[in-house]
Nanobody
C-alpha cells in the first residue's frame, strides 16, 4: 500500500524559505519518479518538479524554476523540496505524488502560507 506523507509547511514571511519533506512507504523513491505539485487558490493544480532515475535526474516546472530545489534521500525514502525566496503567490497546498503499477498516488498535502 503506497502512502505519501508531506510535512514542513507553515507560515513564512515574503523572502523566507521552507523545506518540505515527503515520507514515502510502499514505494521506493530511488526506483519511481516522485513529484511535487501545489494547489493554488482557485483550486488550480500546478506542477512543480520531479526526480527520477538512478542518477536522481530532476525536472522543474515554471513555478519552481530558479527558486525551488528537489532532492531525494533513498536511505530515508524521502523526497524534499527546498523553497526559497517565497512570495505570497506561492501560498497553497503542496502535494507529493508518484505513479506505480499504472496508478497515481497523492499525499494529503502540507499548507504553505506566505504573508506578512
Amino acid at each position: 500500500q503506497v502512502q505519501l506523507v508531506e510535512s514542513g509547511g507553515g507560515l513564512v514571511q515574503p523572502g523566507g524559505s521552507l523545506r518540505l519533506s515527503c515520507q514515502a512507504s510502499g514505494v521506493a523513491v530511488r526506483r519511481e519518479a516522485m513529484g511535487w505539485h501545489r494547489r493554488l487558490p482557485g483550486n488550480k493544480l500546478q506542477y512543480l518538479a520531479c526526480v527520477f532515475g538512478p542518477a536522481s535526474s530532476t525536472n522543474y516546472g515554471d513555478g519552481a524554476q530558479g527558486r525551488f530545489t528537489l532532492s531525494r534521500d533513498s536511505a530515508k525514502n524521502t523526497v524534499d523540496l527546498q523553497l526559497n525566496d517565497l512570495t505570497p503567490q506561492d501560498t497553497g497546498v503542496y502535494l507529493c505524488n508518484t505513479g506505480l503499477g499504472g496508478g497515481q498516488y497523492w499525499g494529503q498535502g502540507t499548507q504553505v502560507t506566505v504573508s506578512t
